[in-house]
């Protein structure tokens, strides 16, 4: 089984509520990957969280420390928080390229998987922002400059369009709410489509394996029947398995 780095899928919520005359703010965190990191643990892997805000400041900085993964999941956390570490940032100091680092990674041998979301590929108003860099480089798909969602409240139903260990026996996907538009590589193996546009996508980069999967990993795009079909977590688990080339 697959030793997992998923960056990402966690955001800090603020509100305000006003009752009368007062008003008052609470702060929360919260979670968009419960579900698959307990999926994921149960099936066998063994999963590192490392939650959005603590991205910039804490993934991987070398080699060596990525070495302690088979796979990397972006999920749903844009290029900035790569790149713009407080030292850079804050204090003007160059430091290392985390996106360059981890497509060194990947061609040596490395796994990445990217799952669709407001901060990912191009993303909301394009401000994920991973055309033209080394992460696009190594996925097996072309990421737009601008904003790529396709929003779709009606649902739509993903397809298999060939054979493939992924999803292979896995029966009928429910339905899912949107997705993010890209264009597959001519070395890219698209496996499965939604609304005859790319869904599933995987590749080689050097020595390494990558996976583009265009939608949510939990809503709004995966919708409630996705979140509840019996073969969420074994889905996911079978990307992983197929990244570690296990």
Not at 20 to 47: M, N, P, W
Not at 120 to 125: D, Y
Request: charged share 20%; hydrophobic share 35%; with cysteine.
């Amino acid at each position: 089984m697959a030793k997992i780095l998923l960056a990402g899928e966690s955001w800090i919520s603020t509100t305000t509520e006003y009752k009368g005359y007062d008003s008052f703010t609470s702060t929360k965190l919260e979670i968009g990957c419960t579900k698959l990191l307990a999926d994921l643990r149960q099936l066998g892997h063994e999963v590192t969280h490392l939650q959005a805000h603590d991205v910039p400041e804490h993934f991987p900085w070398t080699k060596a420390e990525l070495n302690q993964y088979d796979v990397v999941i972006l999920s749903d956390i844009g290029s900035n928080s790569l790149t713009l570490a407080n030292q850079v940032f804050a204090e003007g100091r160059p430091t290392v390229n985390r996106m360059e680092l981890l497509k060194q990674w990947v061609l040596d041998g490395g796994s990445l998987m990217m799952a669709g979301g407001y901060l990912s590929f191009g993303g909301f108003e394009g401000k994920a922002h991973y055309h033209n860099t080394p992460i696009e480089d190594i996925l097996p798909v072309k990421i737009s400059a601008s904003d790529d969602r396709f929003e779709a409240p009606q649902g739509l139903a993903p397809q298999e369009v060939q054979d493939n260990p992924i999803s292979e026996g896995l029966g009928t996907f429910p339905s899912l709410l949107g997705y993010q538009q890209v264009t597959v590589k001519p070395e890219g193996t698209m496996l499965m489509t939604i609304n005859d546009d790319p869904l599933l996508v995987t590749g080689k980069a050097g020595q390494g394996r990558t996976l583009a999967y265009m939608t949510d990993i939990a809503p709004h795009w995966a919708s409630q029947d996705f979140m509840a079909w019996q073969y969420y977590g074994e889905f996911f688990s079978r990307c992983s398995t197929w990244l570690a080339q296990d």
